[in-house]
């Protein structure tokens, strides 16, 4: 299975500023995504990062807001930009072990906006 | 679109007691099933999945799950529970022609009383 870190952990941002959020994979994958987990919620798709062109948004995510690079098969980031309040949640990557179609995560940043 | 199902958000159970969790799925094509555990400010840790095998799967932690085509529903059980089983669990589907996205269900938290 992959191993999956992110940095940072968690942090605490001021409003209308910005966070860059880093994922490391252990391992050469294809596909890498990102999730967002809104307090007391489920996991909401971001987007999926792809290496080599740009990341593919799901409806009600923008690149402006949240871009996002893939420069190899190991690595992604996901930016979230000027940030409000409501951009409180844990954001998550992961990614799939090719030989299994099975998605491992990452430990999570836990971002709150003040 | 598909969509998952969790019944319950919460569930209580007693220490040696069953675990019974519930998800069922809407598509027309039968997708690759997972469950997911997060425990508290954890990211998630896969349990099982269903890739169109064995329709009994055995997981991590005393965990096994039924894909019943029939009835739609990927429910996650566990004969005897234990205290380190309290957590939150995600019920999620996939689509590998589709990308691999998963599209959680909404979750269910898992209380174990003494």
């Known amino acids: 299975s992959a191993v999956i870190s992110q940095k940072p952990s968690r942090d605490i941002c001021q409003r209308g500023t910005s966070l860059t959020i880093q994922c490391q994979v252990d391992s050469q994958v294809t596909m890498m995504f990102w999730y967002r987990q809104q307090p007391g919620q489920s996991l909401t798709l971001i987007a999926t990062a792809n290496q080599g062109s740009e990341a593919t948004y799901e409806s009600g995510f923008v690149i402006d807001k949240f871009p996002i690079s893939r420069p190899n098969l190991t690595f992604s980031t996901l930016t979230v930009s000027n940030m409000s309040p409501e951009d409180s949640s844990i954001y998550l990557c992961s990614a799939v072990d090719p030989g299994t179609d099975t998605q491992y995560f990452g430990p999570g940043t836990r971002l709150t906006v003040l | 679109a598909q969509s998952v199902t969790q019944l319950g958000s919460h569930v209580s159970v007693s220490e040696g007691a069953l675990v019974l969790l519930r998800c069922n799925y809407s598509s027309s094509v039968p997708p690759y099933l997972f469950w997911y555990v997060q425990y508290p400010n954890q990211g998630l840790q896969l349990l099982l999945k269903?890739?169109?095998?064995?329709?009994l799967v055995k997981g991590i932690n005393g965990f096994e799950a039924e894909f019943k085509k029939s009835e739609t529903s990927f429910h996650l059980t566990k004969p005897s529970a234990h205290m380190r089983d309290a957590a939150e669990y995600f019920c999620a589907v996939s689509y590998p022609a589709a990308g691999n996205k998963l599209t959680f269900g909404g979750g269910t938290r898992v209380l174990v009383k003494p």
């Open positions: 269903y890739t169109s095998a064995a329709t």
